[in-house]
């Protein structure tokens, strides 16, 4: 009975943990989102000290989250956001709008697709 108790146990652990992450990475990457969205109507609007500054602080953001994306998320999505964060900041220094379009459909698909590879699912268990 020790033993299955210890099982449920941690079983228990393994689905709070899960459950915590996923609440952290939603609030991340909401975040993270609302900046990268008000860089773009910065830029569309031609305030570029405005967009550059967001996409800054979103960056930003997302790199002071190292302690936590590079324990839970794949070393493969961390480079892939840092080089879309790159390429975003790139892009609204550049002021080239197609670029910019560009980058900020890649870095915002980036963002929403590890909401998506992190959900819990029956799937992801079985």
Not at 28 to 40: C, G, M
Not at 60 to 70: F, G, K
């Amino acid at each position: 009975m020790k033993k299955e108790l210890f099982a449920l146990a941690l079983l228990l652990l393994i689905l709070v943990g899960n459950v915590w992450n996923q609440h952290r990475l939603e609030t991340l990457t909401s975040s993270l989102d609302t900046l990268v969205e008000e860089a773009y109507a910065s830029a569309r609007n031609g305030l570029w000290q405005q967009a550059a500054h967001a996409a800054q602080e979103a960056e930003a953001q997302w790199t002071d989250a190292d302690l936590y994306t590079h324990i839970f998320i794949r070393h493969t999505d961390i480079d892939a956001l840092n080089a879309a964060f790159c390429d975003y900041r790139g892009a609204l220094a550049g002021r080239d709008e197609g670029d910019i379009l560009a980058s900020y459909l890649r870095l915002t698909a980036g963002l929403r697709s590890l909401l998506v590879m992190e959900r819990l699912r029956v799937g992801s268990i079985f």
